[in-house]
């Protein structure tokens, strides 16, 4: 298949390629389940009901690395109380008070909802493991 820039090569003068935005969203593979979950920290040696203990300082390191770049160019971390909000709205609403200009517009932070698991221990299989837990909220920044 031929691409755009190929089969225009002849009336194109030049590129300009940026992002205008990332948005990261998704799920990573092996974590996104109980099973995978499990296996991860059993993996690398970690106790099921240590999770905790594994996940808060790269959740400190987020929020730390947030701060951080919020501090550095000038912004507040705007916490999202409600659920039914644009996020894209609020970015037009900032741009249209301090111009649209190259750098960092804003950092919002939210409760989404999310898939989660929670530890449980077998005493009769002398199992631990991740159990699936349908909805739950969670910090995003």
């Given at each position: 298949m031929v691409s755009l820039l190929?089969?225009?090569?002849?009336?194109i003068?030049?590129?300009i390629s940026c992002w205008d935005r990332?948005?990261?969203?998704?799920?990573?593979?092996?974590?996104?389940?109980?099973?995978?979950?499990?296996?991860?920290?059993?993996?690398?040696?970690?106790?099921?009901?240590?999770y905790t203990k594994f996940?808060?300082?790269l959740?400190?390191?987020?929020r730390s690395n947030a701060e951080k770049l919020a501090k550095e160019n000038g912004i507040e971390i705007e916490f999202l109380r409600k659920r039914n909000v644009r996020k894209e709205a609020i970015v037009e609403k900032i741009l249209a008070q301090r111009g649209n200009h190259p750098g960092l517009v804003c950092i919002?932070?939210?409760?989404?909802a999310c898939q989660a698991y929670?530890?449980?221990?077998?005493?009769?299989?002398?199992?631990?493991?991740?159990?699936h837990q349908p909805s739950a909220l969670t910090a995003d920044t």
């Open positions: 190929e089969r225009h090569q002849n009336e003068v030049g590129v990332v948005i990261v969203h998704g799920t990573l593979p092996g974590f996104g389940h109980s099973a995978g979950m499990t296996s991860y920290l059993k993996a690398h040696g970690i106790r099921i009901f240590d996940a808060e300082p959740r400190d390191e987020i919002l932070s939210a409760m989404e929670q530890p449980w221990h077998s005493r009769s299989r002398q199992l631990s493991a991740f159990s």
